[in-house]
């Protein structure tokens, strides 16, 4: 039996597939969780295939909105039923899919607003349901999904307005991606104008919730607001210019005059709403419809949702310097860092819990996949069981330095850099000082090879986010100096992404390293690639099925105690008092980091030639 006495929290995970709802206490401990499948539940009343509509042949991929109303009845259908006392939850949180929009009608607030009555004469119908009650509330019936592809024109015009991927990056935290809000609203703008004027107010799917909970519109959380090339992290506000493109009343590219670029633009401000800075604060109680129909408390309060990998942060106690990799199908690296150096390779977002913090994410389509091509093709040559993974780990384990051999392994197209399908191998002849590319070498050698060039990726690319300004003259600092100095004779400047490194951009090494996501379970891949990152403060692997729920719960529960104090309580300490450390396993490794500034120098050439599509 569960025990649910004391506070409880609940935290949402909104995601494409299914509406997961995690209960845990005033000690972070996770209760229990609910959920239901979009597939299972809706996929034939909503025609969801992967919780999504998909048109092939234009790239849109959208989300029945009604759909994820009617899932949240659901789900708190089943907690009322299972006994979970609502009735002492101090407070919901959440995280939500990125990027997704949600456009309400002008009838929204209206309907949103009857949520608050009461059940009295003339009051709320508590037999209906959410997507009854709100069933004239959206001008748009359905909301963009992350995964569509539709906005290939519009993503060119918004890197073209700011003067390309690099400079609007450097304001909105992100290049233009297909996904981003922004986009999205210009596509609706000028192929559905009737759309967006019946549009009274726009929401992010993570204020979406908030707002259905609250019975009334509540504003765009600022970290998952930087999700959609529109907000200028810098001055913590809407770009006008950003503005009116997405309106589709541009002066340059939509030939709008003044007036009607700046009216359009003030419009598009007004309908999603003004963006308050990352707060502790809760944004109001639970609305009543909540109360009377599943047993919440009045005081129940709402703090704001964020977006999903903003979440997952939420999840840890992660420190400034401290790193998430997550090896799935894809490697997602996260990192919370106090400097904003943006780039068109990677996503900035605002720390949803801690000011003056942001979050760094690098996102690599080739993960998993490209690695087990290489365990693949061993297993072949030494006859072994085709997904056993021990001949790999075997010549992992024995790969005790870098010895100036180097493969950047893509089978699909990447992201990070951004590159064509293509495998290059390299050594480096130290006498000419060049790279001499190698068609094929044997199998074992991909296998280093491969984690390698994976890691040293990553670890180029968090480098200026890792490193921190000052002096620093210890004699340590004055060795690592020397070394770099040596590499950079040996392969000339050392630059990623088109930018050039410092001694303290290659310098720099994380705080903590957690590896998370199926490879994590691989422990010579998770050594290897910690020893070559070289962190501070050691490295951890830890299982967290349900981080992005958590995390939102974790969020409900710092605003709550925040709020008893009334004043901020740093997150990463509010959670490590109570997290429990039993969760996380300790990795040893050995510490290569020095060994690989020479890996640094030929990666850098070694990018310098990859080949593109275009
Ligand atoms: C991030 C992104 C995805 C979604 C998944 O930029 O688009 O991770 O948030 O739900």
């Known amino acids: 039996m569960v025990n649910f006495e004391g506070d409880l929290f609940l935290g949402f995970d909104l995601s494409t597939q299914q509406l997961k709802i995690i209960v845990t206490n005033e000690h972070l401990k996770h209760l229990k969780s609910f959920h239901v499948e979009f597939d299972k539940v809706y996929g034939k009343k909503y025609g969801v295939k992967s919780g999504v509509r998909s048109n092939q042949e234009t790239g849109e991929i959208v989300s029945p909105v009604a759909m994820w109303l009617e899932s949240i009845d659901y789900v708190f259908q089943q907690m009322k039923e299972a006994g979970v006392p609502l009735e002492n939850v101090r407070g919901i949180s959440g995280s939500c899919q990125q990027h997704g929009s949600v456009y309400w009608s002008e009838k929204g607030t209206t309907e949103l607003a009857s949520l608050k009555k009461d059940s009295g004469d003339g009051g709320i119908d508590l037999e209906k349901g959410l997507a009854e ?24 015009t918004f890197e073209r307005v700011v003067g390309g991927a690099e400079d609007l990056a450097s304001l909105t935290g992100s290049r233009a991606h297909y996904r981003f809000t922004g986009l999205q609203i210009r596509k609706i703008a000028r ?105 919440f408390s009045h005081t129940t309060e709402i703090f704001s949702f964020t977006g999903d990998n903003l979440a997952t942060i939420l999840s840890l106690p992660l420190n400034q310097n401290d790193i998430l990799v997550s090896l799935g199908t894809s490697t997602t690296v996260l990192l919370v860092t106090k400097n904003f150096v943006p780039s068109s390779q990677y996503h900035m977002f605002k720390h949803p819990t801690m000011p003056d913090h942001y979050m760094g994410m690098i996102c690599y389509c080739n993960g998993s996949l490209a690695r087990e091509k290489v365990r693949n093709e061993l297993n072949e040559k030494y006859k072994q069981p085709k997904e056993s993974w021990e001949k790999f780990e075997e010549i992992l384990n024995a790969n005790t330095q870098f010895d100036h051999k180097l493969g950047i392994y893509f089978p699909l197209g990447e992201i990070v850099p951004n590159a064509a399908a293509q495998v290059k191998r390299s050594t480096f002849d130290e006498e000419k000082k060049k790279l001499v590319d190698v068609d094929k070498w044997e199998i074992d050698e991909d296998v280093s090879c491969i984690v390698e060039g994976q890691t040293l990726s990553c670890r180029a690319r968090l480098g200026p986010m890792l490193a921190s300004e000052g002096k620093d003259d210890g004699e340590e600092f004055a060795n690592i100096k020397r070394t770099i100095e040596d590499v950079i004779s040996k392969f000339g400047e050392i630059s990623t992404d088109g930018k050039k490194h410092t001694i303290k951009t290659l310098s720099a090494r994380p705080q903590k390293v957690y590896f998370v996501g199926g490879a994590s379970k691989n422990t010579s891949i998770v050594s290897q690639m910690g020893s070559i990152l070289g962190s501070q403060r050691g490295n951890a692997r830890v299982d967290i099925p349900n981080s992005c729920a958590l995390g939102g719960a974790f969020k409900a529960s710092w605003g709550y105690a925040c709020e008893k104090k009334g004043k901020w309580l740093d997150y990463d300490k509010y959670i490590g008092d109570s997290f429990d450390f039993s969760e996380l396993e300790d990795i040893k490794v050995e510490d290569k980091w020095e060994n690989y500034f020479d890996g640094l120098g030929m990666l850098s050439l070694m990018e310098k030639e990859l080949k593109t599509d275009e």
Not at 217 to 243: H, K, Q, R, W
Request: net charge negative; glycine share 8%; aromatic share 8%.
């Open 133 to 156: 009650h709100l069933s004239s509330s959206f001008s748009l019936e359905t909301s963009p999904n992350w995964q569509d592809h539709s906005t290939g024109k519009e993503l060119a």
């Open 191 to 295: 192929a559905q104008p009737e759309v967006y004027k019946k549009t009274d107010r726009i929401s992010l799917v993570s204020s979406f919730v908030a707002s259905v909970l609250l019975g009334e519109i509540t504003n765009i959380e600022e970290a998952d607001g930087c999700g959609m090339n529109l907000y200028d992290i810098n001055t913590n506000s809407y770009s006008e210019e950003l503005l009116s493109l997405a309106a589709g009343v541009h002066q340059g590219e939509d030939g709008s005059d003044p007036n009607t670029s700046k009216t359009g633009s003030d419009e598009l401000r007004r309908k999603l709403g003004e963006i308050e800075p990352v707060t502790y604060k809760s944004s109001g109680a639970i609305c009543n419809y909540f109360v009377e129909k599943y047993g």
